[in-house]
């Protein structure tokens, strides 16, 4: 990290993921044996930091974890790469965010969270700090959220995951709205009301990077032999918001969110198997 790195402030989740590769997913109603269970740290609020961080800016993560032993489990990469960690609150008496999650052989995922602490980050505990750019999702209380957007007035983005119905002044406040393909669905007509620039996402076939009606982006997948896409739209998201407010052109910025994503798909869990800047610049300037 330079000493003009961007400071980004994520306001998120932090959960830790126990993660089970099988075969294939489970139908409703049918069990599943053979399994491989690991612990990751994941969260979208801290994957979303981590990735960020890793590709080059100074991070601040606001989030809320329990007093459990979980919570270090959760917090340990962000530690080692440096996230400022100070305004992780601890609550005590609830357990940290759990996600427990399948994976397949062909890397595909059903993730299914209990937040336990993760709802308990009040709006009373957040103070933004100086960033240039503040990144959002929805996996703690919207009333936080609203909060967190009026207490910061530059680069925001809201990555509208998981879904849920989002007040329309914080997509109208937004300058970067991200979504895959099931979220877009979910959102539809409300997309097109966003005054900022919003991202879609299509796993394996790229993203689009569109302003209104104007596609001012558009970018293939970055081809990898892909194992585990759980984060991958986290990196996404946090390569996108670093590049843009680095002043990359969309072109670029996309290029460089979907190789980012891309790499983060070729190991298992959401945080290890993310990418450092030069991971992705080998790529793309070869
Ligand atoms: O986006 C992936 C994340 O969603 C996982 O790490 C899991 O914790 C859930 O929050």
Redesign the pocket.
């Known amino acids: 990290m330079t000493a003009s790195a961007p400071h980004i402030v994520v306001v998120g989740?932090v959960?830790l993921?126990m993660t089970v590769r099988v075969r294939a997913l489970p139908r409703p109603g049918e069990t599943v044996t053979n399994g491989e269970l690991h612990c990751f740290p994941?969260?979208?609020g801290a994957?979303q930091a981590l990735a960020a961080r890793r590709l080059g800016a100074k991070v601040s993560l606001i989030a809320c974890v329990g007093d459990d032993t979980n919570a270090e489990a959760a917090l340990h990469l962000l530690k080692a790469d440096g996230v400022d960690l100070t305004q992780v609150t601890v609550d005590s008496g609830t357990p940290t965010?759990v996600?427990m999650?399948t994976v397949d052989d062909e890397a595909e995922n059903q993730?299914v969270?209990a937040p336990g602490a993760n709802r308990r980050l009040t709006p009373q505990r957040v103070a933004i700090p100086d960033a240039v750019a503040m990144i959002c999702q929805l996996?703690v209380p919207l009333d936080t959220l609203l909060e967190a957007a009026s207490q910061f007035s530059g680069f925001l983005c809201i990555n509208l995951?998981p879904v849920r119905d989002v007040p329309a002044e914080l997509i109208a406040r937004a300058d970067l709205i991200v979504v895959n393909e099931i979220e877009a669905a979910h959102y539809g007509e409300t997309l097109h009301r966003a005054a900022g620039m919003v991202a879609l996402t299509y796993g394996r076939r790229g993203a689009s990077l569109l302003q209104g009606a104007v596609t001012l982006a558009k970018r293939a997948a970055h081809t990898v032999n892909a194992v585990d896409t759980?984060?991958a739209?986290?990196t996404f998201t946090a390569a996108l918001v670093l590049a843009l407010v680095e002043g990359q052109a969309p072109e670029e910025a996309l290029a460089f969110a979907c190789t980012a994503a891309a790499l983060s798909a070729e190991r298992a869990g959401?945080q290890p198997s993310m990418p450092r800047r030069a991971d992705v610049l080998a790529i793309l300037e070869p």
């Open positions: 989740s959960n993921d994941g969260g979208k994957n965010g996600a999650i993730i969270v996996e995951a759980t984060g739209g986290d959401a």
